[in-house]
């Protein structure tokens, strides 16, 4: 109960600490700072802790540690915090440890120190740095007898030189590191042996890697570490595609594929995915090989992961879409690349110059300018066509509209025409009564025979007719003229007017050619209308027509009968 207890003080504390975001002293429980060291060792070395409670017995361990000046379980302490802090404070710690190292005036421990800091600058990327200090951690052990520490340094050495491309270098030490861990039938000799095969891949010795790979395999199932073996695979695929099997290396590197997944291991997954395109390339296959280079550029997206071999990916991919004359895509994978070289140029640096480039930066910016000069003039076309089509189509609706207009307007020509042949039917004549008005007889028949007056004499031509002046006219009031034209005529006051308007312009244009060679707003303007549109509106409402088709028409119709005369 006590031991719970003290461990969710220990979690509430962490939680305090994470908020703050830095473990200071206070922060410590005073109890945790009389326990041994060999206490601390074995909390840190538990799996039943949090992350953020096994960060307070790291700090409690260090500051034991200084309290009482112990530079050597300082280091112990510094190297716990690396592995619990950040990626970007792991450096910081790493130099505290070799300080706290060399304090200790124990070569052993100090090389160990190197060793970590050389680590985490490879880590980092900066691979020069991480020799440096792998190649002192060397020097420091060279007179000591401590084989396991000077083999993992060794290893290291090697890593940062196949890295660099000194594979040549780096082969014997891998073999070395082989056959010292052998031995030790633990993960380290796996690791060894995978990068040995790695090794022989760079350095074209393809059978030679066939054999570690498979030898890899049998090992990891004889000391069970089944979790290597689709490593091996892996390597196998690479491998297999280098000696041009291309069937037999998709059929590896898939094979290969879910438990480098479960692993979590991003690089080889992406490397997977890299030679299985290569492959289906390599059969001619392109549209499957596409498939997974895409997959490669997922992870640069998604991960910002791209590694020196892997730049060839987008290489494919541009020369692919440059084959479709795809330019859209293809600028788009020039752009990926690139991002891709800016990458490569800072964590690659020592390799990028050794990178075999079927384009280069300069060749990608010019390809890049002449596709986007291309689209450009692409979307000005493309907007000359639209612009275009959208014209035709426009043309095309307003022919056909003036198809049916017209059609429709000829229609309209006939039955009017031919109401004006038939029986008259002129404005002079009432229309039948529709019943009695609240008006008296004398006074509605007087206007009556005014009106009759008015309609003989043309009087409506006078401009500015109003119902006021009407009623002038008519000697009444405006409300007994209204009345009447409607009862009589059917009509609005206005439509009255225009209506007389209308069929005398028409009489004008049917009698005298001259006024067939009038002007819309002239043959208004002779028929009492003071604005244009005032006519042609009113012409429209009486016949159905525009007033400039019915005098096309009317002429048209004239001309056919002189030539039949």
Not at 94 to 121: C, E, P, Q
Not at 162 to 187: I, Q
Not at 292 to 304: G, L, S
């Amino acid at each position: 109960m006590i031991v719970k207890n003290y461990l969710a003080l220990l979690s509430i504390i962490a939680v305090f600490a994470q908020a703050s975001g830095q473990l200071t002293r206070k922060d410590i429980p005073d109890s945790l700072l009389i326990k041994e060291y060999s206490y601390f060792i074995e909390q840190l070395e538990s799996d039943d802790h949090d992350e953020q409670t096994a960060r307070i017995y790291s700090a409690a361990y260090l500051a034991k540690a200084k309290s009482e000046g112990n530079w050597k379980e300082m280091v112990n302490a510094y190297k716990s915090i690396l592995h619990q802090s950040p990626k970007e404070m792991h450096l910081a710690y790493a130099d505290s440890m070799v300080y706290a190292a060399r304090h200790t005036s124990d070569n052993l421990i100090t090389a160990s120190a190197f060793l970590t800091k050389g680590i985490v600058y490879y880590n980092l990327k900066q691979q020069n740095n991480a020799l440096d200090n792998f190649l002192i951690g060397d020097g420091l052990l060279a007179k000591k007898n401590d084989t396991y520490l000077a083999h993992k340094v060794k290893f290291n050495i090697a890593k940062v030189k196949y890295f660099l491309g000194f594979y040549v270098e780096a082969l014997p030490l891998f073999k070395e590191c082989v056959a010292y861990f052998k031995n030790r039938e633990d993960e380290s000799y796996l690791v060894s042996l995978h990068h040995l095969g790695l090794c022989y891949i760079k350095t074209k010795k393809y059978d030679l890697c066939t054999v570690t790979n498979s030898l890899g395999v049998k090992e990891a199932f004889r000391i069970d570490i089944p979790e290597a073996i689709p490593h091996f695979i892996h390597s196998e695929g690479i491998n297999q595609f280098h000696k041009k099997n291309y069937g037999i290396a998709i059929m590896k590197l898939k094979q290969s594929l879910p438990g480098i997944i479960r692993s979590k291991d991003v690089a080889n997954e992406t490397l997977a995915y890299f030679y299985i395109g290569k492959s289906y390339w390599g059969l001619r296959q392109y549209s499957k090989a596409v498939s997974y280079f895409q997959e490669v550029d997922k992870a640069f997206e998604n991960k910002n992961f791209i590694q020196p071999d892997l730049r060839e990916n987008y290489e494919h991919l541009i020369d692919y879409y440059k084959s479709k004359e795809d330019l859209r895509t293809q600028l788009y994978y020039i752009d990926k690349l690139l991002a891709a070289d800016r990458l490569l140029d800072k964590n690659y640096k020592y390799l990028s110059g050794k990178i075999y480039k079927e384009y280069n930066t300069q060749e990608l910016l010019k390809s890049k300018k002449d596709i986007e000069i291309s689209l450009q003039k692409e979307k000005e076309r493309n907007a000359i066509a639209i612009g275009v089509i959208i014209l035709l189509s426009l043309l095309v609706i307003y022919l056909t509209y003036k198809y049916f207009e017209n059609r429709f307007y000829k229609r309209k020509y006939k039955e009017f025409m031919a109401r004006k042949n038939g029986p008259k039917d002129s404005q002079s004549r009432f229309i039948k009564s529709r019943g009695p008005l609240d008006i008296k007889e004398e006074v509605v028949n007087t206007i009556r025979s005014k009106m009759e007056v008015f309609e003989e004499e043309h009087g409506y031509l006078e401009k500015g007719l109003k119902q006021e002046k009407l009623a002038i006219i008519f000697e009444s009031n405006p409300k007994y003229i209204s009345k009447i034209i409607k009862h009589y005529r059917n009509k609005k006051s206005n439509d009255y007017i225009n209506d007389l308007r209308i069929d005398y312009a028409i009489e004008l244009l049917r009698r005298e050619k001259k006024y067939r060679n009038y002007t819309i707003q002239s043959l208004g303007d002779e028929v009492g209308f003071t604005r244009t549109q005032h006519f042609t509106r009113a012409f429209y409402a009486k016949t159905g027509m525009a007033a400039s088709f019915f005098i096309k028409q009317l002429k048209a119709e004239l001309k056919e009968k002189e030539k039949a005369e």
